[in-house]
C-alpha cells in the first residue's frame, strides 16, 4: 500500500454523465480540489461500453455538463428522426467527456485516477486500488465523498444474458452487432426495452427484412413522444401546447385508465401496438417514424422472459417456440438503470446523486451540485426536492409526474435557486418560458393554460394513485 495520503476536498467516485455534471458545478461555482476515481479508461461512464450506433434518447441539447455545449444546433436529418434536434452518438459523447476531462485536469485543481477503483467505505476510510498493477492508495477527504454509481447503469456488453444459451447458438450482445460478417436466415431480439427497439431499426435501418426480424418482448412498453421534448425557440408551440394538454388531460381524468387513454390520444405516449396494453414504462422517448418502422415487424412474440435457447427451440416463462439453427440472437436483456428506493442525497460526510428532474440525470446532478456550493445546512439540502425513482411500470409515470411538479414548486420559493435554473443550460424550459414577452398573446395563452392546470392535476395524480 502506498501510506503518503493524498488530499482532496471532494472525492467523485465515477466520471459517468452524472458525475461529470456535478464536477463541473463544483469546478465553476466553488475553488474547491476534485478526485475522480473510474473503474474505465476513460471519462464517459457506461457510454465506454455502449454499443456503436447507439445515441442519446434525447436532444443533446440537454445532456453533458452545463458549461459546455454537447453538438451544435443541428437538425437531424435521418428520416426516423427528421427534423429534430441532433442526439449526440457514443462517439460523440466520449470525445465531449475526454475534452472536459483535460480542462479539468488542466487547471491543476482535479486530479483523475482512471483504471482505478474504489474501496472505501464512503464515509470514513478512502482507499483506491489500481486495476493495472493492484497498488492500493489512501485518499484524504477533506469535505465529502461523492457516489455516482447509484443508479446502476448497465449495458448488454458488460452483463451476460440472463437465460441459458446452448453451445451451438450464436448468441451476442448488441455491441456485436454492427460486426455481423454473414447473413443469417433471422435475427432475434431478446429485449423489449430502448436498447431492443435501437437493435431492431438499425436491423431495419440495414436493410433486413421485417420478416426474418424476431422480437422477443416480455413486456409491452409505454414510450414519450420525442417530438413534444425539443429544445429550441421554433419549437415553443409544440413543447409547450404539449406540457399545456398534459396537465389538463391529468386534471380531467376519472381514472388511471382514462389518463392513459387520453396521454395516448394527444400523441403524449405512444405503444408498439395498439390492442397491447402496457406493462413497462422505463421513460424512453421515440419519434413516430420509428414507432411505424418498428410496426413492420409482425414476429412479436410475448411468451414471458427468455429461459433457454437451444438450437432448434426457445423456452419461455409461458411456453416455447420452435427455432432456426441459423438464427442469429441479439442480447438487449440487461437493465439500463434499476428502480432502486431513494437514500438521501446528502448526509454529513457523503453525496448521492439522484434525479431530482424526471429523466434528467445530468440536469439533477448539477443542481445538486449546486446545492452543495450554496447551501451548508444538510437538511435544508435534502427538503428542496422529492426524489425521482427510475420508474417500471405504467403507474410509476403518475408518479415521476407528481414528484416533478412538486419539485418545481418547490424551487419556484427559492429565490438563488431559481435563478441557477433560469441560467442552466441544461434546463431547456424554464429559460424559455421566462423568455415570452407579454405582446406575444398565444404564447402567454400556452403559458397560462400550463399554469392554471398544474395545481388540479397535482391534486388529481395525488387521488389517482392514493384510489
Known amino acids: 500500500m502506498n501510506e503518503r495520503a493524498h488530499q482532496t476536498d471532494y472525492l467523485i467516485v465515477g466520471s459517468g454523465a452524472v458525475g461529470m ?5 463544483l469546478f465553476h461555482e466553488t475553488d474547491a480540489t476534485l478526485t475522480f476515481v473510474d473503474r474505465h479508461h476513460g471519462p464517459g461512464g457506461h457510454w465506454n461500453d455502449a454499443y456503436p450506433f447507439v445515441r442519446l434518447h434525447q436532444p443533446s441539447a440537454y445532456y453533458g455538463v452545463n458549461s459546455k455545449a454537447l453538438g451544435g444546433d443541428l437538425r437531424d436529418k435521418h428520416p426516423l428522426n427528421a427534423g429534430m434536434r441532433e442526439r449526440a452518438t457514443a462517439a460523440e459523447l466520449i470525445a465531449y467527456y475526454e475534452q472536459l476531462m483535460q480542462t479539468f485536469v488542466a487547471s491543476g485543481r482535479v486530479r483523475y485516477l482512471p483504471m482505478h477503483d474504489y474501496v472505501g467505505d464512503y464515509e470514513d476510510h478512502h482507499e483506491v486500488t489500481s486495476l493495472m498493477n493492484g497498488e492500493t ?11 455516482t454509481t447509484f443508479m446502476g ?28 460478417s454473414r447473413a443469417h436466415s433471422g435475427y432475434v431480439v431478446v429485449g423489449a426495452g430502448k436498447t431492443g427497439v435501437d437493435a431492431c431499426l438499425w436491423l431495419l435501418d440495414n436493410n433486413v427484412s421485417p420478416d426474418k426480424i424476431h422480437w422477443i418482448m416480455p413486456r409491452d412498453s409505454w414510450f414519450l413522444n420525442r417530438a413534444n ?4 425557440n421554433e419549437f415553443f408551440e409544440t413543447v409547450f401546447d404539449s406540457l399545456a394538454r398534459q396537465l389538463e388531460s391529468i386534471a380531467t381524468s376519472a381514472s388511471v385508465d382514462e389518463l392513459f387513454g387520453k396521454l395516448e390520444a394527444g400523441e403524449q405516449l405512444l405503444r408498439l401496438d395498439p390492442s397491447v396494453t402496457p406493462s413497462m414504462f422505463h421513460g424512453a422517448l421515440m419519434s413516430k417514424a420509428e414507432l411505424h418502422a418498428l410496426r413492420a415487424i409482425k414476429n412479436v412474440i410475448r411468451l414471458g422472459r ?23 440472437y441479439v442480447d438487449c436483456s440487461a437493465s439500463a438503470a434499476k428502480p432502486r428506493a431513494p437514500v438521501p442525497v446528502f448526509t454529513d460526510k457523503k453525496i448521492v446523486p439522484q434525479m431530482v428532474r424526471m429523466f434528467q440525470p445530468t440536469f439533477s446532478a448539477a443542481m445538486i451540485a449546486h446545492v452543495e456550493a450554496t447551501i451548508a445546512d444538510t437538511a435544508e439540502k435534502n427538503s428542496l426536492w422529492q426524489l425521482i425513482s427510475m420508474p417500471d411500470k405504467p403507474i410509476d409515470w403518475l408518479k ?21 435554473i433560469l441560467a442552466s443550460r441544461l434546463d431547456g424550459f424554464t429559460a424559455a418560458a421566462r423568455s415570452v414577452k407579454p405582446d406575444e398573446t398565444e404564447r402567454m395563452a400556452l403559458l397560462q393554460r400550463y399554469g392554471r392546470s398544474a395545481p388540479r392535476a397535482a391534486a388529481t395524480l395525488q387521488a389517482l394513485l392514493q384510489s
Open 229 to 232: 421534448a425539443q429544445p429550441g
Open 137 to 147: 492508495s489512501r485518499l484524504t477527504v477533506n469535505r465529502k465523498v461523492v457516489d
Open 306 to 328: 427468455v429461459k433457454h435457447i437451444e438450437p432448434t427451440r426457445i423456452e419461455f416463462v409461458s411456453g416455447e417456440i420452435a427455432a432456426d439453427s441459423d438464427w442469429l
Open 400 to 420: 415521476v409526474t407528481l414528484n416533478g411538479l412538486d419539485n418545481q414548486q418547490r424551487w419556484n420559493k427559492v429565490k438563488g435557486l431559481r435563478e441557477w
Open 153 to 180: 447503469t448497465e449495458v448488454p456488453s458488460t452483463h451476460p444474458p440472463k437465460y441459458a444459451v446452448a453451445r451451438d447458438v450464436k448468441c451476442i450482445p448488441i455491441n456485436a452487432l454492427s460486426k455481423v
Open 21 to 25: 455534471a456535478f464536477a463541473d458545478v
